[in-house]
């Protein structure tokens, strides 16, 4: 999966493979003129983490990480995730992708 959600009022990019709880996932932020910025992942099948915990957790949790490590100056403090519609690049399950 390749999508793009919203945290504290900042635009960030998903890169996630895998199944549920043990997926790899990567993370980078999106500034405002479309430049990517800082970058963190985790890899859930071998790095602690909560494997039960949905996707959006597990994005939330490396978000709270990267945001004070790339000094990004969040737009809206508390603002919640959210992903952001119409922005799935590619949806990817079992490892096949899907052609309609």
Sequence with gaps: MVREFEYQG???????HGIH???????VH???DGVEGG??????MTEENDTTAPIEDILVM???KLIPQSEIKVQTPGAPFAWRQGNVVF???DGLQSHD
Excluded: N
């Design 10 to 16: 900042e635009t960030f990019r998903v890169t996630a």
């Design 21 to 27: 709880g043990h997926e790899e996932i990567f993370i």
């Design 30 to 32: 999106i500034e405002d």
């Design 39 to 44: 970058e963190i992942s985790i890899d859930r």
């Design 62 to 64: 490396l978000c709270d």
């Design 91 to 93: 949806d990817v399950h």
